[in-house]
């Protein structure tokens, strides 16, 4: 958060194109933001959802990859077509030249990375996905239908997701964090995570198992933001 706070929006351009679709291009090299793996910093206040975070493929390599072509006679391109129609879509030129997405619907956020032509290019362009060599081949065919996820319709009768053990260890984790860097105490920070009649519950009691697991999650959380995001990332 300091870091990023130490650069200001005029370092990225933001433009708005055809479809929606949010251009960015950074006028400089955010060096800060490069150590911590990302093409520049994101706006702290968004969500994981929300926030454009653009991930180095060294410390992410579960990006999906696209070759992008001249589109030639046939001009409709479903990839794009379905996409536009579909998802949000975030393109950015970094600072040397290669391109990227975010391509954001139903919840999920799938990277994408950009070989071959532009594709701001003023001719009509063609998406490919992209699988190179036979290494870990089965594990990129289970990442392209992950992806597909973005493209998932919510029908208004679809069950909420429901977290996992570890997800939710994650999630508590960071809410600790924060709290703790707010100023909240250990029952506050319960409080927030397991609501207020439970917490009475469990601060009545002389059990501490309540008060150990806040203890454990700021623990875990300042873990995660020193550097343990890699792990996940990786």
């Not at 006028?27 to 150590?35: C, L, P, S």
Request: hydrophobic fraction near 40%; charged fraction near 25%.
């Amino acid at each position: 958060m300091a870091e990023a706070a130490l650069h200001g929006t005029g370092e990225i351009s933001v433009r708005t194109a055809c479809h929606g679709i949010t251009l960015i291009r950074p006028r400089i090299d955010q060096m800060a933001a490069e150590r911590w793996g990302l093409a520049f910093f994101p706006d702290p206040r968004h969500d994981g959802f929300t926030a454009n975070a653009f991930w180095s493929s060294a410390l992410f390599p579960r990006q999906v990859q696209v070759q992008v072509s001249p589109a030639g006679s046939d001009l409709a391109c479903p990839i794009y077509d379905k996409t536009v129609k579909q998802c949000e879509i975030v393109h950015l030129v970094d600072t040397a030249g290669r391109e990227h997405m975010l391509i954001k619907g139903n919840g999920h956020v799938v990277q994408v990375q950009c070989t071959g032509m532009s594709m701001l290019s003023p001719e009509p362009v063609r998406l490919g996905f992209l699988i190179r060599g036979t290494a870990n081949i089965n594990a990129r065919w289970r990442m392209l239908k992950q992806a597909q996820k973005v493209y998932e319709r919510d029908t208004g009768d679809s069950k909420p997701a429901v977290w996992s053990r570890t997800s939710l260890a994650f999630r508590n984790a960071l809410i600790a964090h924060d709290c703790e860097t707010a100023g909240l105490s250990i029952r506050e920070t319960a409080e927030i995570i397991y609501g207020k009649a439970r917490v009475d519950d469990a601060w009545a009691g002389p059990g501490r198992s309540m008060k150990d697991e806040i203890r454990r999650a700021r623990a875990r959380g300042r873990d995660l933001v020193s550097g343990g995001y890699r792990t996940l990332l990786s």
